[in-house]
């Protein structure tokens, strides 16, 4: 049978559990306080946790949070009294999986016991059904059949249904965006809002007015009150894109929401609580940030909980000829053009290519193949001509393996791949920045030695959603 985990500072109600729980065939663990029950957690496999909210010390809620981030997928039932229902349904939206209100009939508790158990049960069996027969994890908009992007969708699918804050790291363009829409639709959240807000596409001034709204009049211009991000993805999910680039001083407000899920709207003095799950994503190495003091340690931490990596295409390259059929049924549908995939040169074509841009640039690979396409004729295929790639200048040979080649100096050097970047993106600024690994500010100070108009916000209306 099961080993349940009972936590209450009421040495009667709990020996009583302990004794009516032992006759029903289950192992008990017992616990008079959240910080000995953490403890036994840690020591021993549980199955189910039953908690009081009221405890001394550490409280219910409190407890769950930590016992959820210790075991993601642990089953947790809350005891509660009838006055403070309002605290139960906060302990549903934290994790709980179920409530009782006290007083309660031990067979009450029983029966839920019971059904939590089994819902756990199913959720494993089908876990290791998926694990045996090769089963893949599916998701819409989402083409990942390579190893490495199971292993990605196999921890997206353990990771929704918790509270717990995810960051989301990878290069430009690999699709972080819609692993965090999965993560939202795919938790208990799904009901609420799914608010994004892309850091590097907002100006430093606008920023922390855009996560956390203003009073009327707090600033020129500020005409009448604004929510913001915060406020409007209550209940929900927020999706903070390029967290790496937000600057120190909004960072520690985002470590009071993370902390304490509370904060003041620019300008004001009301004091909001909010209940969001953040979900962050990075194309930087936050660590090194860290080193260069760019970052704050205890909100890297914090955002920390759950890291989910997303490989660069050109380390799953088993996925390029599903992902440019899926690319090619869209835009083919769009353009009105029945073609009927891609020829075998094409497609050898796009697997030999390394694909700086990652998925993102495949998808605009495809979009431009097809409107090059003669799709007129019938059963129509996309031809090795159509595959337009988007090749980095040549180099000059560097005779005697030398690191540069001859008569180029390191200043060059870095400016003619700064160029490059800024081509690759079109001009967008911010999208040459992160395709480079820089900050906006690091970004900007090179473009200003270049005399390539650097004292200028490095942004551009039309910054493309990062990803």
């Known amino acids: 049978m099961a080993t349940i985990l009972l936590v209450d500072d009421e040495p009667k109600m709990l020996r009583l559990l302990e004794l009516q729980l032992g006759q029903a065939g289950y192992t008990t663990l017992a616990a008079p306080d959240a910080e000995r029950a953490l403890t036994l957690l840690g020591e021993h496999p549980v199955d189910l946790v039953v908690t009081d909210l ?9 407890f769950l949070h930590a016992a959820k981030r210790l075991s993601p997928a642990l089953p947790v039932v809350v005891m509660t009294a009838h006055g403070t229902v309002e605290t139960a349904v906060e302990a549903m939206k934290a994790g ?22 089994a819902v756990a049960g199913l959720r ?71 608010i994004k807000i892309n850091s590097t596409a907002i100006p430093e001034s606008l920023l922390e007015s855009e996560l956390f709204g203003y009073e009327k009049g707090a600033f020129t211009g500020a005409v009448r009150s604004k929510p913001g991000k915060f406020e409007l993805a209550d209940q929900g999910t927020l999706f903070l894109d390029e967290i790496g680039d937000v600057p120190l001083a909004i960072q520690v407000k985002l470590l009071r929401v993370l902390q304490e899920r509370e904060f003041e709207r620019l300008g004001g003095t009301k004091t909001l609580k909010v209940d969001v799950r953040l979900i962050a994503a990075t194309n930087r190495n936050l660590r090194a940030a860290l080193e260069e003091g760019s970052f704050r340690e205890d909100l890297y931490y914090r955002l920390n909980v759950v ?19 899926f690319f090619l049924a869209r835009f083919a549908a769009a353009a ?26 495949l ?4 979009e431009r193949a097809v409107a090059l396409s003669d799709g007129d004729r019938r059963e129509a295929r ?23 080649p001859a008569g180029w100096t390191l200043e060059k050097w870095e400016q ?8 690759r993106a079109q001009g967008n600024k911010s999208q040459a920045a992160r395709l480079l690994g820089l900050s906006r500010n690091a970004f900007r100070y090179r473009l200003s030695t270049m005399g390539e108009g650097g004292e200028g916000d490095p942004d551009s209306p039309d910054a493309p959603e990062g990803g």
Not at 384 to 402: K, M, S, T
Not at 416 to 423: G, T
């Open 54 to 62: 009221r405890l001394p010390g550490m409280d219910g809620l409190a």
């Open 96 to 117: 709980a999986s179920d409530y009782v209100l006290k007083p309660f009939p031990l067979e009450e508790l029983r029966l839920v016991i019971e059904k939590e158990l």
């Open 124 to 194: 494993q069996e089908n876990q290791s059904l998926r694990e045996a027969l090769g089963q893949r994890y599916d998701y819409p908009n989402i083409v990942g059949r390579s190893p490495r992007m199971q292993e990605v969708l196999a921890l997206v699918e353990r990771v929704a249904p918790t509270h717990s804050t995810v960051l989301l790291g990878g290069e430009s363009g690999v699709g972080k965006d819609l692993i965090a829409r999965a993560l939202h639709q795919h938790s208990r959240r799904a009901a609420g809002p799914f």
């Open 307 to 325: 890291p989910i990596d997303l490989p660069p295409l050109r380390q799953h390259k088993q996925d390029i000829p599903a992902l440019a059929e």
């Open 336 to 361: 009105g053009k029945p073609l009927a995939g891609l020829a075998p040169a094409a497609l050898a074509k796009l697997m030999d290519f390394d694909w700086p841009g990652n998925v993102r640039e």
């Open 363 to 366: 998808e605009n690979v495809i």
């Open 382 to 404: 996309v031809q090795e001509e159509d595959i337009r790639l988007e090749l980095a200048p040549a180099r000059p040979a560097a005779p005697g393996g030398a690191l540069l």
């Open 416 to 423: 003619e791949v700064i160029r490059d970047a800024l081509r």
